[in-house]
């Protein structure tokens, strides 16, 4: 009789994770699963069948009420036996007790509903490169290394549900990874980072408190990569921002639905141009 078992992954068993995900046409960050473990190193979960790796899920957990599930792939030989459902028993139970968010692909968000998940709002891919149009000048960008790490993690917050500190001191440090700061008169008004990925370059998170501050920084970002083509995970109820992509010329390629089984969090949609991943929030 077959054997599965589900364990803790480590960061080497997390490129499993991010092998998976590119498969699936995902296009993760090249070095993504470095901050990932950071966030929870308990958090990711890898299925074996006969001691071959067949599932993947995460179940990250931030400060006392949150929690967010990604990674959820059951190899193609697998899929219909019922080791999926078991990874994702395991994921939801590591997470009792807590808001759980997700970003559901659409052959999948009935099923997400049938677990107690509501869509709060759907990510739209936009992807290309971007055209060029000069942002305005009483606009500075900045490496975001020169901005104290607390003011940078408390701006964070602003637009995600939980502190995450761990995640976010890696995420901005990783060798390849861009993270920019914008001012405006000498206030912090938007922060944005930029990653290789299998495909081009992925650009997570985007925040900026006007269009034009989100303009700098995708000019400084995509200038940073030498023009490859970007990716950004944009939310459709920020019209703004879904003007500012199509003003690029950048097409909608993918798109997924962000939904919770508690209430939708209560952050700054204005200025949340585009996630920061689909995988961990």
Not at 53 to 75: L, M
């Amino acid at each position: 009789m077959a054997e599965y078992e589900i364990t803790t992954a480590g960061t080497r068993e997390m490129t499993k994770f991010l092998e998976w995900a590119a498969d699936e046409q995902w296009n993760p960050g090249k070095l993504d699963h470095l901050p990932f473990h950071a966030a929870d190193p308990h958090g990711f979960l890898l299925g074996r069948l006969d001691e071959e790796p067949v599932t993947s899920i995460s179940a990250v957990r931030y400060g006392a009420d949150f929690g967010f599930i990604g990674f959820y792939i059951a190899r193609p030989r697998v899929r219909g036996q019922g080791y999926g459902i078991q990874a994702w028993q395991a994921a939801m139970k590591r997470l009792d007790g807590r808001n759980v968010g997700l970003d559901g692909v659409v052959d999948q968000q009935d099923n997400y509903r049938r677990s107690g998940f509501r869509t709060a709002w759907t990510h739209i891919r936009y992807a290309g490169t971007p055209a060029g149009e000069k942002p305005a000048q009483d606009i500075t960008v900045v490496d975001a290394g020169s901005v104290p790490f607390g003011r940078l993690a408390s701006y964070d917050r602003r637009f995600f549900p939980a502190s995450r500190d761990a995640f976010l001191s890696l995420w901005v440090g990783v060798p390849g990874h861009t993270a920019l700061v914008a001012l405006r008169d000498g206030e912090l008004s938007g922060f944005g980072v930029a990653r290789p990925a299998d495909s081009g370059v992925r650009v997570g998170p985007l925040y900026a408190a006007s269009d034009d501050v989100a303009l700098a920084l995708l000019n400084g970002l995509s200038a940073a990569h030498q023009g490859a083509p970007v990716a950004l995970d944009v939310p459709d109820v920020n019209v703004r921002a879904i003007r500012l992509m199509e003003h690029l010329g950048l097409e909608p390629t993918f798109e997924c639905a962000r939904m919770y089984t508690g209430d939708t969090p209560d952050i700054d949609m204005a200025g949340l141009f585009a996630a920061t991943t689909i995988e961990l929030g």
